[in-house]
């Protein structure tokens, strides 16, 4: 028993050195990062919301290739269930597939933040991305927009026929984990 143990430890720190050859050497370690992806300054000026099938998105330009965690819809009033996407920004094909979501009924308005491992979603990313609700009711819920915000025209509008830039910024949030070299 004690020889299999022991067999079984030098093989694991075998294996974890293979795909880890710099955690052996801490000063130069890659560190795992997360990061917000945003471009609105958290305030919004105008409030936005369509027909059934329109989606609003938000393109994203990730440092590296990365894993998207969280997103975040800032819900002005009227929270309703809503679907999320999220998109290859050069094609605009799912790279996931699309689930809805359905507000608490305590929510009210503000930040919704969703946990995309939770609903059994693992999205990697590699390239610009886009972070899509799509309405599956007519006008609900409000999503906030920001006219002032830090990099206008990264949203998107898809009006059923196809995409096109805006130039406010929709208060879409991603959240992203990446290596740092």
């Known amino acids: 028993m004690r020889r299999r143990t022991v067999l079984l430890t030098a093989v694991v720190a075998i ?68 679907e999320i996407h999220v998109l290859d920004a050069s094609t605009y094909e799912d790279i996931m597939e699309p689930f809805m979501v359905t507000p608490s009924p305590e929510f009210v308005s503000g930040w919704l933040e969703v946990r995309l491992l939770i609903h059994r979603r693992f999205v990697l990313v590699e390239g610009d991305f886009i972070v899509a609700l799509r309405f599956v009711s007519a006008e609900v819920p409000v999503l906030g927009s920001d006219i002032h915000g830090i990099d206008g025209g990264m949203s998107e509008i898809y009006d059923g026929t196809g995409w096109s830039t805006n130039p406010s910024n929709f208060m879409i949030r991603a959240q992203i984990m990446y290596i740092a070299l």
Do not use: C, H
């Open 15 to 82: 294996l974890f050195a293979a795909i880890f050859p710099n955690a052996i050497y801490p000063t130069s370690a890659a560190l795992v990062q997360r990061e917000w992806l945003e471009y609105d300054d958290g305030t919004y000026e105008e409030e936005e919301a369509y027909p059934v099938g329109y989606m609003l998105g938000v393109r994203f330009s990730p440092p590296n290739k990365a894993v998207l965690t969280r997103v975040r819809f800032y819900i002005v009033r009227d929270p309703a269930a809503f």
